[in-house]
Nanobody
């Protein structure tokens, strides 16, 4: 059974940084693309960043240059380094692999 567990969310001031982690269990980690998505209150869930098995990455325009997705196949983990955070980045951030989603981790950017 596949399980995705996110961590690293929290409250941060505008301009600050956070690093999210997602640990995957079940299945073979390095044969799947992975991604981070987010959902703000009253809005639809949206793609933030994805990473393929060959480490090709894709970002939403709103986070390009500020966020970096990476993966460590030895640890079955993907990361999302978030810098220069803005209040509009406030959302629940979810990890996704194929049809599976994590439970989400809250990121709040506020002074």
């Amino acid at each position: 059974q596949v399980q995705l567990v996110e961590s690293g969310g929290g409250l941060v001031q505008p301009g600050g940084s956070l690093r999210l982690s997602c640990v995957a269990s079940g299945g073979i980690f390095n044969i799947y693309a992975m991604g981070w998505y987010r959902q703000a209150p009253g809005k639809q869930r949206e793609m933030v960043a994805t990473i393929t098995t060959s480490d090709s990455t894709n970002y939403a325009d709103s986070v390009k240059g500020r966020f970096t997705i990476s993966r460590d196949n030895r640890k079955n983990t993907i990361y999302l380094q978030m810098n220069s955070l803005k209040p509009e980045d406030t959302a629940v951030y979810y990890c996704r692999r194929d049809l599976y989603w994590g439970q989400g981790t809250q990121v709040t950017v506020s002074s």
